[in-house]
């Protein structure tokens, strides 16, 4: 009898103790989203922000504008144009010569795209697609009478700069594919997105935006080229098919290629792409915000989050890992500033021999062809948001490339004309009247070869 | 009692499995070295193997010549002419365009230098410092007299290929920094040999030997071009510096440099090496040879020894870890080809330019400048001993600086006689007189822009 009590009272002592671990283990977790006062598809995160407070907390912090440890990039807007004047040549008859500066977080999407001088009366809704979660459901409606609209006339129906809806379902909060655009490229490259694993989608949902577009030309709908690839290659070979071009150079007459921002391309060509690693693991790293742990929305480089981001898998000290980081950025920056001389050598020759009536016009079309060409690789790894980072390897294989090209435009440009044009001066000319010039260098002959 | 008894039985059971288990580890454990038998600087690495069996078995499979799981590099002595004819020229007038192959293992040394083409009556015994343990005890005898004697000379004195003396003590087998040429770089650098750590001695002995140097033109030393730093171009500012130049180029002209194999360098610039990762961690795994675990003296590729050379750190799989090696390395040979394109274009600018009278001599010594620079950046990346992989962004950046300052060296070529010279041919020449010559294209006025 004695026995029997003792056995008692121990098992409702283990059940109290197990309650009460269980109660506080509850407590602990983070409240259970109760999502039934967000309605589909809202489009306001101030009203998700109630049933997600430390989430919005997170995703109000973009508003800051900061360096942070990163040396290139951040989030202050920045003048690049300031920063490389060489980039208002590069850029000469578009509108990236005007205004072009680093990007703000996604809460100043709307003020930046709408306060951009690259927007004037001819921009159409196309430029709208990845600025508001308001955009989805006008596609819905207009169909692909959306993308040609002028720019100005959906302005009142866009009310919130990028927000959760873009990438989240509002009744299961589950990571969504918004952006037809999207879907349309994943469709062109076999990939069934129902079969996407949540660890995918949280790579896919920043794929929506963080890619190279362009403007289909029969009705402006935005469409990424990936018909071939996610390479940079891949997407000049279909740009070459459809004979497609941004603008014409101002000054060498090029026909030109923007790149957007291929992050996800390029990210996918990389060492972390290749273990599975997704954007959200070290752009949106797991912090504790209030009281919970929660996957930080605030977006940003994940240089500002070294122990959060990176020592989850990478155990070095922080200085290390932001040394390797800023070190493989300082190589790359080095490489793109040599192109960046190149193509300015390339379009002062191609410039130069235009103004020649006897520029043979073959060699200026192959010369204009090799500026296009070079400067697209230059654009793919400067507009690209990591410098070059996500695929160091592949940034620094690109522009190589591009400064192969632009060095072959220059010299074709020269070429063309048979003389010395552009780029590179040459200190004597015109002070030795009858040596070194073209006309006498036209003449015959064979001397010993000079020491 | 009963007790009493029983204590002292499991007492004696206990004490019995523990010297079991003490016998049983000490039966697993190598046999301690005993190297009394092993006279001091023994050069015969078969004496060493009497009393280190299983190291030397695995030092004889050396002989062994396969491309095994590389796709670059590899034990074949295939010829890099045959396989990049574009050697020969970027090599004129040097020996290595006539003989120029891939390397054996260590135990060939001997053979492979004696029977190379590139020597010859004038070679002297600076080219034996590496291939011998026979080598330093002639030094310390010979002084500085060593460097500048006759190859030939010392033929019957060197009978060892690279054995365990050129890197191991025979009293402690501790490893041990035998030549002087890595005593003299490291004193210029500061370091203090004494204070090298075991794991960094795991580099250092075979810095001996894998490493860029030059002969001090005094005497024929060999030295390592260290001043500076171990960085490509902390090399070159020293070439610069004392104005030293291997050979003139049969084609342009050009004071050459000559690199090496500046493995170790360009290993320093790399992760693993920020990592604290040696040569021998990768090139000398521990593998299991005969009944005892040993440091592997097979040294090879690690991609013939993935799982004991890669995967101790990294734990994806086999095939992963090759794909990321080769994918890497076919990045830096790809962007390697288009400067040896670069290069040759850059060598028919200038050899054609040198035939010309009127060629301005100031510009033409500036292109055989720049011709000197854009090939030692490649020969830097080619001579070297990983096809980049020791460090793939460095690799890649300094290809990249190649292939600007190659198509420079073209460009400033046919800017030096104001004509259309070498590399990309003219198409039109000869053609349509009076359209496009350089004769007309040195006529004045500007022509409305060409599309």
């Known amino acids: 009898m004695n026995k029997a009590w003792r056995s008692i009272i121990l098992l409702g002592l283990i059940s109290l103790l197990l309650a009460a671990l269980a109660f506080g283990c509850a407590q602990k977790a983070p409240t259970p989203p109760t999502t039934a006062t967000i309605p589909a598809g809202e489009p306001d995160p101030a009203v998700w922000g109630k049933v ?22 951040g989030s202050v807007p920045e ?18 010569s005007e ?28 430029c709208w697609n990845c600025k508001s979660p308001n955009v989805p459901p006008l596609i819905e409606k207009m169909g692909d009478s959306f993308w040609s609209t002028p720019f100005d006339q959906l302005k009142d129906q866009i009310k919130h700069p990028i927000a959760c809806a873009d990438c989240h379902d509002a009744q299961t909060n589950a990571l969504k594919i918004t952006r037809v655009t999207l879907l349309d490229a994943l469709k062109t490259r076999g990939v069934d997105p129902a079969k996407l694993s949540r660890q995918e989608m949280r790579t896919m949902v920043c794929a929506q935006c963080h890619v190279e577009y362009y403007f289909r030309p029969e009705d402006k709908r935005v469409t990424y080229p990936w018909k071939y690839g996610l390479k940079m290659d891949d997407a000049e070979k279909l740009y070459e098919e459809i004979n497609f071009k941004d603008w014409d150079h101002k000054e060498s007459g090029a026909p030109m290629l923007k790149a957007q921002h291929p992050d996800y391309e390029l990210f996918s060509t990389g060492v972390h792409a290749a273990n599975g690693v997704a954007c959200a693991d070290c752009h949106m790293p797991y912090i504790k915000q209030g009281t919970s742990k929660i996957s930080s929305h605030q977006i940003q480089s994940p240089l500002n989050s070294l122990s959060q981001s990176c020592q989850t898998c990478h155990k070095q000290s922080e200085q290390y890992l932001k040394d390797q980081v800023i070190g493989t950025q300082d190589q790359v920056f080095k490489t793109k500033v040599s192109l960046e001389k190149a193509l300015s050598d390339a379009i002062d020759a191609i410039n130069t021999a235009s103004k020649n009536p006897n520029a043979k016009a073959e060699m200026m079309t192959q010369a204009r062809t090799l500026h296009r060409k070079s400067q697209w690789r230059w654009d793919y790894i400067s507009a690209e948001n990591s410098m070059g980072f996500h695929s160091p390897k592949e940034a620094l294989r690109v522009l190589g490339e591009g400064i192969d090209l632009a060095r072959q435009a220059q010299l074709t440009a020269n070429l063309a004309v048979g003389t010395a044009a552009g780029g ?10 009858g040596a070194g010039t073209s006309v006498d260098a036209a003449g015959p002959g064979a001397a010993p070869k000079q020491q």
Chains 1, 2 share one sequence.
């Open 99 to 126: 205004d072009y500066n680093e990007e703000r977080g996604h809460v100043w999407a709307l003020e930046d795209v709408t306060k951009t001088q690259r927007v004037g009366p001819k921009t159409i809704s196309s």
């Open 424 to 433: 590179t001066a040459n200190p004597d000319a015109g002070k030795t009247p």
């Open 52 to 73: 997600y407070p430390d989430q919005y907390a997170s995703y109000l912090k973009q508003k800051e504008m900061t360096k942070g440890n990163s040396k290139y990039g």
């Open 79 to 96: 003048s690049h144009l300031k920063e490389a004047p060489v980039q208002v040549k590069l850029f000469a008859g578009y509108p990236f």
